[in-house]
């Protein structure tokens, strides 16, 4: 296995620099100089020798991303990365600005397998998971370029990250570090389209992150065609899974609902959603769909749209429909990595 020296734990750097025949100490040197300074290699860590630097160099990798692309939205602060890794694979990463600060929206895989039926990032299905220093680095090199420090964290990207279990703890882990980046890990949402094991697992955890449920659909049946992961969880699996983690982590747990035209728009549609979170407390964010060359469907109405809020909120829902931002760049992901490949 290599040393990958921003993918470890001050505790595996501890092994890693005795196994050099090096002083342990070295370790919290090396990974204050990673998450806290965001060294990007290793020549300005001053208080290393060459030497020693050799040995590191020779000894480890580091797995980053670096920018490929660029696009800045003119309509508003948000920029979209196209990301390259070290096998020359591309990502996807969002930097949007908000009142409260920076917020980063990450890649977790390279494509994904979960085939939701209109997202663009699983339709050249998945290559393969992110390490966790891929996913920081995504966030870093965003700052590195911007000069810029990032508040809040969104798992967003291209990618299932609940699919991704082990590198997804290394990331908070990581993130959150005090001897890092130090990132309160209140201020991470993570999204899934609703494995119900690994959101067990996940509550085993214990962080007071904000969990996200793509939703989409409140009928099952209709759910399963457009999202077919519902077949191998089903509601009566996602729905307890779901209230099991709410007794433990004690916080509201978010649903996003994709507005499609004729599709999910309805006042049925709404009282399905109604019987089906009736026993959780949540917060309901309305996006209208992003239009996608692969799926053939049209973004509900802005009158559809407010029409359902208002079925929801008369329903005792806590309900926003979702700014759009950088709608001129394609912000939403997979598209733009798409088009890349395509080329
Ligand atoms: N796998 C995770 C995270 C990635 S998708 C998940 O399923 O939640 C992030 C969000 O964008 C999800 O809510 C997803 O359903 C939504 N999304 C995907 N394609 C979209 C599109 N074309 N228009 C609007 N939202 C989309």
Partial sequence: MNNIINNMYISELETYFLDLGEKKFRAKQLFEAIHKQKIKNLDKLTTFSQDLKDKINNSSEIYGVKKVLELKSKLDETKKYLFELHDE?????????????????????????????????TKKGL???????????????????NDINVSNIVLMGSGEALDNFDELIRFIELISAKEGKNLSKRNITISTCGLADKILKLA???????????????????????????????FDELIPALKEYQAKINKRISFEYVLIDGLNDSYQSALDIKNLLKDIKSHINLIPLNKIKEY?????????????????????????????????????CGQLRNNYLEQ
């Fill in 127 to 145: 290559i393969r998971n992110l390490y966790a220093s891929e996913m920081l680095d995504e966030i870093y090199e965003i700052e590195r370029l």
């Fill in 204 to 234: 085993e955890y214990d962080y007071p992150i904000t969990l996200t449920i793509s939703l989409h659909n409140a009928d099952e049946e209709e759910r399963k065609k457009i999202m077919p992961i519902t077949r191998k969880y089903p």
């Fill in 296 to 332: 053939d469907e049209e973004p509900s109405t802005s009158e559809n749209i407010n029409k359902f809020k208002k079925y929801l909120e008369d329903f005792g829902f806590n309900v926003t429909i979702r700014r759009e931002l950088g709608a001129d760049i394609n912000a939403s």
């Fill in 89 to 121: 694979n591309v990502i996807e990463s969002v930097l949007m600005k908000y009142k409260y600060g920076y917020t980063v929206c990450i890649s977790t895989q390279v494509g994904c397998k979960m085939g939701c039926a209109f997202c663009a990032s």
